[in-house]
């Protein structure tokens, strides 16, 4: 949950020499971050570094932080640039079906813990083969929930293009995943 005014006191404090303050603020986003990082690169283990650089550089940068914007939508913006830096930086980017560790809930029987894990596999897999601008439109929109505008911000780009990439983006996903859906429709 985004709370901008919590955020505005934490980085007050921050700027004010209060370090505590900083691990408050990585406490708050840091599921936002590696999640977002995650659907980037595809691997568990490289979501967390990449995380861990995302606050460093945030920590670093925070000064320059105008408040124009949201905390959480300037801290996407430092993820997006991070993951995809470590994209280029990467010779070969392999798909692992490593997967963040989600402990089931106590309703799940194990076949449908099974069938969800998945299910996961296979959007995260369909996810990797996308164009990079498509994945971070798709990641960004309609993983994480982000707005039209937001999502704009974010990447610096009007929001017509955000509209008709994400709609690009949407076909190509379907296109991916047509052969795993046939069967559940």
């Given at each position: 949950?985004?709370?901008?005014?919590?955020?505005?006191?934490?980085?007050?404090?921050?700027?004010?020499?209060?370090?505590?303050?900083?691990?408050h603020?990585?406490?708050?986003?840091?599921?936002?971050v590696?999640?977002?990082?995650?659907?980037?690169?595809?691997?568990?283990?490289?979501?967390?570094?990449?995380?861990?650089?995302?606050?460093?550089?945030?920590y670093?940068?925070?000064?320059?932080?105008?408040?124009?914007?949201?905390?959480?939508?300037w801290?996407?913006?430092?993820?997006?640039?991070?993951?995809?830096n470590?994209?280029?930086?990467?010779?070969?980017?392999?798909?692992?079906?490593?997967?963040?560790?989600?402990?089931?809930?106590?309703?799940?029987?194990?076949?449908?813990?099974?069938?969800?894990?998945?299910?996961?596999?296979t959007v995260?897999?369909?996810?990797?083969?996308?164009?990079?601008?498509?994945?971070?439109?798709?990641?960004?929109?309609?993983?994480?929930?982000?707005?039209?505008?937001?999502?704009?911000?974010?990447?610096?780009?009007?929001?017509?293009?955000?509209?008709?990439?994400?709609?690009?983006?949407?076909?190509?996903?379907?296109e991916?995943?047509a052969?795993?859906?046939?069967?559940?429709?």
């Amino acid at each position: 949950m985004d709370r901008p005014g919590e955020d505005a006191l934490l980085i007050r404090r921050c700027l004010e020499g209060d370090r505590e303050a900083f691990s408050h603020l990585v406490i708050r986003h840091q599921k936002m971050v590696i999640n977002t990082v995650y659907r980037f690169l595809g691997q568990y283990d490289d979501a967390c570094e990449v995380a861990q650089e995302v606050f460093v550089a945030a920590y670093r940068a925070l000064n320059n932080f105008r408040q124009e914007s949201k905390f959480s939508t300037w801290l996407y913006r430092i993820a997006v640039d991070q993951a995809k830096n470590r994209l280029k930086s990467l010779a070969a980017l392999k798909y692992s079906s490593a997967d963040p560790p989600d402990l089931p809930s106590s309703s799940q029987t194990p076949d449908q813990v099974y069938d969800s894990k998945a299910l996961r596999e296979t959007v995260q897999h369909a996810l990797m083969g996308l164009d990079p601008e498509d994945r971070e439109v798709i990641v960004l929109r309609d993983i994480e929930g982000q707005s039209y505008e937001a999502v704009a911000e974010i990447l610096d780009l009007p929001v017509g293009t955000i509209k008709s990439r994400l709609h690009r983006a949407r076909m190509a996903l379907r296109e991916k995943l047509a052969p795993y859906l046939k069967d559940v429709l």
